[in-house]
Every structure is written in C-alpha cells, then in structure tokens.
C-alpha cells in the first residue's frame, strides 16, 4: 500500500525481557543455566540451557551445546542447538552442529554445517545408549517437579 511502512523483519535487536547479559569482551567459562531470555555478546565455552530465548549477538561465540524455547543466531556457535520452539540463523550467523528444533529459519548468507531434524513437539535428544557427552540434561515431570 502507498504510504504505508513495509513491516520489517525481526532481528537480534528486537525488544524483549532479557534477564541475562553476557556483555562484549566477556569470557564466560563453564556451564550456563538461566530461567529466563539470555543475550550473549561475548564468549561462552560451555552449554547453555535457557528456559526462555537465547539471542546470541554478532559478536558473540558459544563453543558448547544449546537449550532453549527459541533461539537467535547471529553471531558464531560451534556446538549442537535444541530449540523447542523456533531457530533462527541470521546472515551473520555461523553454526557448525546439529539442529533439532520445531520451527527453523535461515537467512540468506548464514552459514550452517550439520544435521537438522525438525520436531513438532520439542527438541529430540539423542537416546541415552549414545554419547551425550556434553549434552544438558533436560529434566522434567508432569507436576514440574525435578527428577533424577
């Protein structure tokens, strides 16, 4: 229509909650369990579990595994991603591993060397006989209790 602003595109910068920050420069060693949406700038070498969204900034790099109900990429991820909800690589974005996730997008220009597997209800975790070395435990029950 004329006259009228064509809807842009969502992107890393799109205003949400963000409970945590992993902030430019910053190295942030070991494993990373938040309950709500995560924006990472800087560097994480270790896995990640999120409850909410993991939005990874251009700058930023995660060498470990991903958790999360959605995830962002536009910086560099070598490690496998499990998205309950929706992945989305963004032309900046690099990702070197695997994809389970429910819904996926991948702009133009992203990079993306690996398996995906798409779910239509929650990420599928390697069966327990194989390795997961590396991989976050997920735990859950019908009471939201935490089980062993």
Request: charged share 20%.
């Amino acid at each position: 229509m004329l006259g009228k602003p064509k809807a842009s595109a969502p992107t890393a910068e799109t205003p949400t909650k963000i409970s945590s920050i992993i902030g430019p420069g910053a190295i942030f060693d070991g494993n990373l369990n938040t309950p709500e949406t995560t924006r990472v700038d800087g560097t994480i070498n270790g896995n990640c579990n999120c409850e909410q969204n993991l939005i990874l900034g251009p700058d930023g790099a995660i060498k470990g595994n991903i958790v999360a109900q959605n995830v962002i990429i536009s910086g560099k991820v070598e490690g496998d991603i499990y998205a309950r909800g929706k992945l989305e690589l963004y032309p900046t974005g690099r990702l070197t591993g695997n994809i389970s996730a429910k819904s996926l997008v991948i702009d133009e220009n992203a990079y993306f060397d690996g398996r995906c597997s798409m779910t239509s209800s929650g990420p599928v975790l390697p069966p327990a006989s194989e390795s997961t070395a590396g991989i976050p435990e997920i735990k859950c029950s019908e009471n939201n209790e935490e089980e062993k």
